[in-house]
């Protein structure tokens, strides 16, 4: 059964919410004495002088302030990665993984993060790193945060209580959230296993898409988008906060919950959101339309049209082009494509792209649907076909998207993937002359 929570919604909204009654100041943020003698503490997603329309910033209102900490000592980095990835080759070959297997040891989510690729620079702000995560048990006694960049859960199986600085949030597969760069937060398994995908952003924060003109609603619709309200721990003990800082990972003892903000206000916060309320948009004429008009959010770069990573889903739609090749047509792109699947099958690739699997197609690296595909969907008759139990999604990006050696050498790796593209035949019916 789902966990019930309750949440403010309306993307990137000034929130402000209080455990306890009058803990939140009133008319300004930093008083001289807070209510129940809290520390006050601003949290900052964007530089102080960032425009006001783009400024992402909140306050907390808690037991102590992050100061409070032991000193960081450096801990094995296990699986995780980050960009630039040194340790092996970037080649364009085209590359698909079957799912990793759930560990038959205990394992928490930092424990069973497996880093498949990256891009850009952690350090340089740019880019994203791609990891999978698998996980059989709760983090016990252990805090994180992630100084690299936002993550992105796409949960692909078993439901996930996420305990952050400003409240809990559940996210079952179907859903995802996101967790700014620098929020404390642990993972709870409501199920016995997990696993999923996070995409780590070291860009600009994830925002929703422009519409153009499809107009004022439509796509991933603002009001959607589901924030926690306060929740804090009072709790002493012998605890670890691990930090993700500048590609490596460290740990410092922490003698009280680092959960303890009993009230908050801004627009910097994690979300959530149910990926069956993002309104379909597609033709109703005929062609495909690129994959873009399905992008949930984006992380803009420097230059307008080329994301940093733009997060795409393929979710569930009627398809009613005529006189059109339906599935997404060959093609090259100077754009940087990592696939995963929730559930369902793909249009595209009816074999070996399995839920939890992942594919990659790395700038200018040809693809496109697989050769039993082609042969069905060239003859198929064009009637109104609904794609239902499907959920596939993609990072983007628009820098070259590097696997990691585990990725390359692992096991999940299936050699053969660029086989069902082999038995393409030419039907070529003219003549040269
Ligand atoms: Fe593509």
Known sequence: MATQLSYMTGFGNEFETQALPGALPIGQFSPQKVKYDLYTEQFS???????????????????????VQGDYQAIDN????????????????????????????????????????ANGSAN??????????????????RYFYN????????????????????????????????????????????DDTARGYICENYGHALELAERGPVGANGYANDRDFQYPVAAFEDKEGD???????????FSCEIKHSPLDVVAWTGNSAPYKYDLSRFNVMNTVSF?????SIFTVLTSP?????????DFVIFPPRWMVAENTFRPPYYHRNIMSEFMGLIEGVYDAKEHGFVPGGASLHNCMSPHGPEADVFEKASNAE????????????????????????????????????????????????????
């Open 287 to 291: 062609d495909h339309p690129d994959p």
């Open 45 to 67: 997603s964007t530089a102080f002088t960032a425009p006001r329309a783009s400024n992402r910033r909140t306050w907390f209102y808690r037991l102590r302030p992050s100061v």
């Open 78 to 117: 296990g699986l995780i990665r980050t960009a630039p990835i040194t340790e092996a080759v970037t080649p364009p070959t085209m590359l698909r993984w079957n799912p990793i297997d759930i560990p038959s040891q205990p394992t928490d989510f930092i424990d069973g993060l497996v880093t498949m690729a």
């Open 147 to 190: 100084a690299d960049g936002e993550m992105l859960f796409v949960p692909q199986q078993g439901e996930l209580l996420i305990h952050t600085e400003c409240g809990k949030l559940s996210i079952k597969p179907g859903e995802i959230a996101v967790i700014p760069r620098g929020i404390k937060f642990s993972v709870d398994l409501i």
């Open 239 to 249: 605890f670890e906060l691990v930090s993700k800082f500048n590609g490596n990972l």
């Open 301 to 309: 770069s420097a230059t307008e049209g080329m994301a940093n990573v």
């Open 124 to 141: 340089g702000q740019s880019g994203i790193g791609i990891h999978v995560y698998v996980a059989n048990q709760s983090m016990q006694g």
């Open 382 to 433: 064009l009637t109104p076909q609904k794609y239902e139990n499907t959920l596939a999604f993609m990072f983007e990006s628009r820098y070259i998207i590097s696997p990691t050696k585990y990725a390359l050498e692992g096991k999940e790796r299936q050699p053969n993937y660029t086989d069902c593209w082999r038995t393409i035949k030419k039907q070529f019916t003219g003549s040269q002359d």
